[in-house]
């Protein structure tokens, strides 16, 4: 297949797998340049900027979601508009009512306001830990070290983050059937134990909120869960 840009994605309706396929398509193109990795850990123009933060969190959603009676195509915006893509719908889920035809989906980042320090020295060849183990000095190199977690503390610590950027993103006005998907940069590798605590207080300390479905993924295992709110 011929290699995507993103200019070949923008306005272009198409099925879910075939834009999954798409912007995998334009990663590894991106990852086998000479600086490709490098430009992927610092995310340093706006290629990978739309591919780590858009592009590939609506393929999570898509894949989580595309299903036999629920066939998912997209049609991804390069634009100022406040969502990110299109979702046509269809299939016997859609005819019977369960989804609409056509819905529209946001994608945003929840992580530690550290977390870009670990990109970059991680990008440096250095030791790189948990986001609340980075050190700054003036005059001096940011230093990383190793932080101890009890318990499920560092769950805790990670919960506003996830909070916060949901509550932002809630505070802008869409359109009616939106979904939300928040790719997590997590403060630790999570056990399922510790991913399933984090859903429990992330829910806990949310209510009303204007989306249709909010779908939350651990950006480095890829493991994905829906949020469930009162009605």
Known sequence: MKIPNLEDLDGTLLDGLDFCRAAYALFE?????????????????????RLLEE?????????????PG???????INGSQSYDAELHQRGEYISQGYYEPLTYLEAT?????????????????????????????????????PVV????????SFTPFVVAQIQ????IAYPESTSLVVQCHL???????????????????????????????DGTTERATALVFPK
């Open 187 to 217: 403060n630790s590798l999570y056990t399922p134990d510790e991913w399933r605590q984090l859903i429990v207080d992330v829910e806990s300390k949310l209510s009303t909120i204007p989306f249709r479905e909010v779908l939350l993924y």
């Open 149 to 156: 977690f009890s318990n499920f503390e560092h769950v805790s």
């Open 109 to 145: 980042c929840a992580m530690h306001e550290n977390e870009h320090w670990i990109w970059k020295l991680l990008n440096q060849g250095r030791p790189a830990y948990a986001p609340e183990g980075i050190h700054k000095e003036k005059r001096k190199s940011v230093e990383s070290e």
């Open 168 to 171: 932002k993103k809630a505070a």
């Open 55 to 67: 592009l590939l969190p609506i393929c999570r959603y898509v894949q989580t979601y595309y299903r």
């Open 70 to 76: 629920r066939y998912i195509s997209v049609r991804w």
């Open 29 to 49: 193109s991106v990852r086998s340049t000479p600086e490709g990795i490098e430009r992927l850990r610092l995310r340093s123009g706006l290629t990978e900027k």
